[in-house]
């Protein structure tokens, strides 16, 4: 048993390396798209089954636009940086849903939803485009299976240690310390990564498509004014702080308007 754990391992860490073209880093991820994507969509439209989707309205017109324009921007950058057909699985759909839960997300293989709670505070079609190039990078990013194989890495490692340990005491306190330790050190701060990368990369998208990246600090500060301060320690946080994606989208705005203008985009929402 000992060497089956050992060998699935092995197996994993030599399989489990696909680049992310934004980047140019290795990432953790053995599940492939095909595998991935038909179980997303699958869940995606049982919840829209579920829920109360906004047709036809104004605001639902706007999600889909400004979806449709910042997906076409990451296949322009795509095809201009040497990818041509990385999104040739993907299908982008954008859906607002009646609900005053303050949130957006998506679903591996471009599958976005955006709820109405959020509009009051992106107010405007450009703060619409800072969270929508954030959902959308999560899914150009394959954040979703890299979180499938971090907790399939997470289970693997328990399976490991119980299978290696005899003693019942200290078994016990290896299971304690160890589902501790992997999320403080291990899942958190894996979560908190992908969050940064997908708000540098939905940075950059969003400035291609035509939307001004300075506005996305303005966005989290007014998210960050509706928490009212009542938010976790970062470290215990599958986000960063607010203060944190300010700090850094203040930083990263003039390099997204830069590679903006490698497109020819210099003027802005």
């Known amino acids: 048993m000992k060497k089956l754990v050992l060998i699935i391992f092995v197996l994993i ?3 489990a390396c696909k680049v992310n073209p934004f980047t140019g880093q290795k990432t953790l991820n053995f599940y492939p798209n095909s595998q991935v994507f038909p179980s997303a969509f699958a869940q995606y ?14 605001d639902a017109q706007m999600i889909t ?3 449709q324009r910042i997906s076409s921007a990451a296949e322009r950058w795509l095809t201009a940086n040497g990818h041509p057909g990385y999104l040739k699985d993907y299908a982008w759909e954008y859906n607002l849903v009646n609900d005053e839960t303050v949130n957006a997300w998506c679903m591996p293989g471009g599958k976005i939803v955006f709820y109405t709670g959020i509009l009051p505070i992106t107010q405007t079609e450009t703060g619409v485009a800072v969270v929508m190039g954030h959902e959308v990078a999560h899914a150009l990013a394959d954040h979703g299976a890299q979180r499938m194989s971090a907790g399939t890495l997470q289970q693997l490692g328990a399976v490991a240690g119980n299978v290696a340990i005899k003693n019942q005491q200290t078994l016990g306190i290896f299971n304690q310390a160890y589902g501790v330790g992997t999320q403080y050190l291990g899942m958190l701060p894996f979560s908190r990564s992908h969050e ?3 708000d540098r990369i939905g940075l950059q998208i969003m400035a291609i498509a035509g939307y001004d990246p300075y506005e996305a600090a303005e966005l989290w500060k007014r998210m960050k004014a509706n928490s009212g301060g009542e938010a976790p320690p970062e470290f215990m946080s599958t986000h960063p702080s607010n203060d944190t994606r300010i700090n850094n989208l203040t930083a990263w705005a003039p390099d997204a308007a830069a590679e903006a203008a490698k497109f020819g985009v210099t003027n802005f929402k």
């Open 196 to 198: 940064t990368e997908a």
């Open 45 to 58: 439209d049982q919840f829209l089954t579920e829920n109360k989707v906004v047709t036809g309205t104004a």
């Open 13 to 15: 860490g030599v399989s």
């Open 65 to 67: 636009r400004v979806g």
